[in-house]
């Protein structure tokens, strides 16, 4: 029987870490680091896409690995603790980077990197509980609440680092000097993610029975590399999974790059001061969060392709829109539309995979869905670095993005969700669980 309180315990993990994408990633310390601690806003858009694609490659390369050692060594709860508690240390250091430090730049990159890897890596476990919390037919609707809860978390975080540092005169007699009171949103963040992972981090463990058992360590180590070779090879057994796994490759770089420098984007080309920028957040999360809500049951009853097919149409258009605003006005237009259908779009993706994945190998099927999602994604934000810099505009940078939006769809129209779900029900089905 699914319990209740561990489908909220785990949902609640969305909503603490959702601070720090939407807060260091996206909208706060993304745009602050571009204004105040960078030389100039272009090249620390371009030394900030550098970041995100140094930590993407990481990702790419550790995300499989950890997957499948955590399945190995039915370890998966223990890895998603140390994965949190680093992205928190990481965060907080953060709030000690000085604008006009002589290694400033390159102090907070590197702390950033560490952080957002961690954060990556995290999530790669927690989203193998999702089919353990979660009955086959509720897989949407649950991860739907678990991502919607999660933007409602950014928002609920966003709202307080408004109303209590990012203003002239901060609250609680929050000094100014070199911007602190913009710097201490780290602080927050990491506050908040640690206080609201404990329900997931005390509540939740692995399933007895869906992982393999293995003590020595040097076995551990040669049959952790012959099983990600075996399981690389043998991917092409789930035909579906693996075209997901490519599509999610593609668009999900676009949506990398958006949530990236969607802030900087809109402080640069359109002069959004950083409370302005906030106020934008604010509202795209608010958008993010209703549109993972309602969609979460259209895609228990019309699948999960379905929904990551409508979700990239109107990606696509929405991110055209924000590309050739011509004013704020069209900007928020455009940035609410993306936040409606970006949400849908994860947890749609993420609730696909649940229903392909087998109980035996599910943290190595989610470290492979962060591989696909990581592989490129250092691509997308080096495109848009070097487009920046090519024709120093920003504006021209943002329309790499459609790309991968197109490109993404098209692959997702053959995967066969059918087929993708009967395959794991035989594969479950000889493994007697």
């Known amino acids: 029987m699914i319990s209740r309180s561990k489908i909220i315990a785990w949902a609640a993990y969305d909503w603490a870490n959702s601070a720090f994408t939407t807060l260091v990633v996206t909208f706060v310390y993304s745009a602050y680091f571009t204004q105040a601690i960078a030389p100039d806003e272009v090249s620390g858009m371009v030394l900030w896409s550098r970041a995100v694609a140094l930590s993407g490659f990481l990702i790419a390369i550790l995300a499989p690995f950890l997957g499948l050692l955590a399945d190995r060594n039915q370890g998966r709860h223990r890895y998603l603790v140390i994965a949190t508690l680093v992205c928190i240390a990481a965060t907080a250091t953060l709030t000690f980077v000085e604008p006009g430090h002589p290694q400033g730049v390159l102090l907070a990159l590197v702390i950033f990197v560490i952080a957002n890897v961690a954060f990556e890596i995290g999530t790669v476990f927690y989203n193998a509980f999702l089919p353990d919390i979660a009955s086959p037919e509720r897989l949407g609707r649950i991860s739907g609440f678990g991502w919607g809860l999660g933007y409602a978390g950014g928002l609920g975080c966003l709202t307080i680092a408004l109303l209590v540092l990012v203003r002239d005169v901060p609250l609680f007699g929050i000094s100014t000097e070199a911007g602190f009171q913009y710097r201490a949103t780290n602080l927050l963040v990491a506050s908040w993610f640690l206080v609201f992972s404990l329900p997931m981090l005390m509540l939740v463990r692995v399933k007895k029975g869906t992982s393999h058992q293995i003590s ?189 939006f197109v490109v993404g769809g098209i692959l997702m129209l053959g995967v066969d969700e059918k087929r993708g779900i009967a395959l794991r029900l035989k594969e479950e089905a000889s493994e007697g669980v």
């Open 216 to 404: 020595d360590r040097p076995e551990t180590v040669r049959k952790l590399l012959g099983g990600f070779w075996k399981t690389l090879v043998g991917i092409r057994a789930w035909p579906d999974t693996l075209r997901l796994l490519v599509a999610r490759l593609i668009y999900n770089d676009g949506l990398v790059t958006v949530f990236a420098f969607g802030g900087i984007y809109a402080a640069g080309t359109f002069n959004m001061s950083l409370s302005e920028v906030i106020q934008f957040g604010i509202g795209i999360n608010i958008a993010a969060a209703l549109g993972a809500w309602a969609f979460g049951s259209l895609d228990d009853r019309f699948g999960g392709k379905a929904t990551i097919l409508v979700t990239l149409f109107a990606l696509t258009g929405f991110t055209l829109l924000a590309a050739v605003a011509p004013n704020k006005t069209w900007l928020w237009a455009a940035g609410l539309g993306i936040g409606i259908f970006a949400g849908p779009n994860q947890a749609a993706s993420r609730s696909l995979l649940g229903r392909f994945a087998p109980a035996r190998c599910r943290g190595e099927f989610f470290g492979f869905f962060a591989f696909s999602g990581k592989l490129t994604a250092f691509l997308g934000p080096l495109l848009l670095g070097i487009a920046t810099q090519w024709a120093d505009s920003q504006r021209i940078g943002i329309t790499i993005v459609l790309a991968f």
